[in-house]
């Protein structure tokens, strides 16, 4: 049965405008492009097809030079995440390419160590524990480093630039001093065949370490409390410690996270070039902010985007080989990514004066 509304009844009613009534569906092509990492990842595409067509017989699209693009942004990606993890909590790192170096020194000089001499067929007595324990080395020594800079910062207060500035120059110097100026060399080479340049459907191995990190740091800050915390600690920092947060020992654990992850790199260095490479990491801090950055993470923390990490990867690496293959001085390609660093930047000062966007 029925029931009428009464005139009254429906005079009571108060009007409601209908465009209030909801909220009208987003188009797909505004949903995707809502993120700073969807504009990257484009124009990570404008670049491959422009330095695809301005390269001779069109070598940057090659396989050779493909793989090669994969291997160079593995270990970026890897500091890049790191520093990521730390700038979601507010802090910094500009000791991610020294941790490398160091990390690498003592791995490299545990795996010559324990190999032993190479039989007449290339054979080492001992390469299976040596390789591991050199790994181990490896990453223990980038965690190490990694909480050393976490107490400094967290338990000394001293502002995290300051004191990953102080930290680089010693875990370089200890570098140097280990290896008295020069690289190690005569690492084991079947550790380059069968890890750092080898690959399973051409993909890399080291690459998948990458990936599968990214992949795991994604699901943390997503889907768990710690990753709440982190970009917590990010947001406002005293509001998170009257919440109960432990801070301290939270940006310890995450510059430990980060340290690891330089570790790993370490590892995937000298199982690359067979040797250590010193020389070769003075631009990794430079090019971890620039992918960080511009991958649409904010500087004062309380926002990561891990897939604009990646993207803002592949943009670094793929401007920085880009201008190599076609034929661009050195000095010019540091000019380029300082310059895509300075607009990432003032894109993120844009954002964060524009905090509706969040």
């Known amino acids: 049965m029925s029931t009428a509304i009464s005139p009254k009844s429906k005079a009571s009613e108060p009007e409601i405008d209908p465009d209030l009534r909801a909220v009208k569906p987003q188009s797909l ?9 969807s504009y990257i990842l484009v124009l990570d595409v404008l670049l491959i097809i422009a330095f695809g067509f301005a390269s001779n017989n069109f ?42 170096v160091l990390s690498s020194v003592l791995g490299a000089s545990t795996i010559k160590a324990l190999a032993g001499a190479p039989d007449a067929a290339g054979n080492y007595p001992n390469l299976g524990v040596a390789i591991a324990l050199g790994a181990v080395v490896c990453v223990a020594t980038g965690v190490v480093y990694g909480i050393v800079n976490g107490i400094l910062i967290a338990y000394f207060d001293i502002n995290s630039l300051i004191a990953t500035l102080g930290t680089m120059g010693v875990g370089t110097g200890v570098a140097l001093v280990i290896t008295q100026g020069g690289d190690i060399t005569g690492v084991p080479i079947p550790l380059q065949e069968h890890f750092g340049l080898a690959s399973f459907l051409s993909i890399p191995y080291p690459t998948m370490i990458a990936v599968v ?33 432990r801070v301290k020992p939270q940006l310890v654990s995450l510059a430990a996270i980060a340290g690891g992850l330089c ?19 003075v631009q990794d ?9 511009i991958g649409g993470t904010l500087i004062e923390g309380g926002r990561v985007s891990i897939i604009g990490v990646i993207w803002g990867t ?12 076609i034929g661009v001085p050195s000095f010019y390609q540091l000019i380029a990514v300082g310059l895509v660093l300075i607009i990432a930047v003032g894109i993120d000062r844009y954002r964060v004066r524009h905090r509706g966007d969040r």
């Open 213 to 245: 990190a990214a992949i795991a740091l994604f699901l943390l800050l997503r889907f768990t409390r710690y990753g709440m915390r982190t970009l917590a600690l990010g947001s406002e920092r005293t509001s998170a410690e009257r919440a109960g947060i």
């Open 263 to 281: 570790g790993i790199a370490g590892f995937i260095d000298i199982s690359r070039y067979g040797s250590t490479a010193e020389a070769g990491h």
């Open 29 to 37: 092509m505004r949903r995707l492009f809502r993120s700073t990492g």
């Open 285 to 293: 801090p430079l090019v971890a902010i620039t992918a960080v950055v």
């Open 314 to 325: 592949v943009l670094a690496v793929v401007l920085q080989t880009g201008l190599i293959i």
């Open 59 to 100: 070598v940057f699209w090659s396989a050779q030079n493909v793989q090669a693009l994969l291997i160079n942004g593995t270990e970026a990606l890897l500091l890049a995440l790191g520093l990521a993890m730390l700038l979601g909590a507010g802090a910094f790192d500009l000791s991610i390419g020294s941790n490398l």
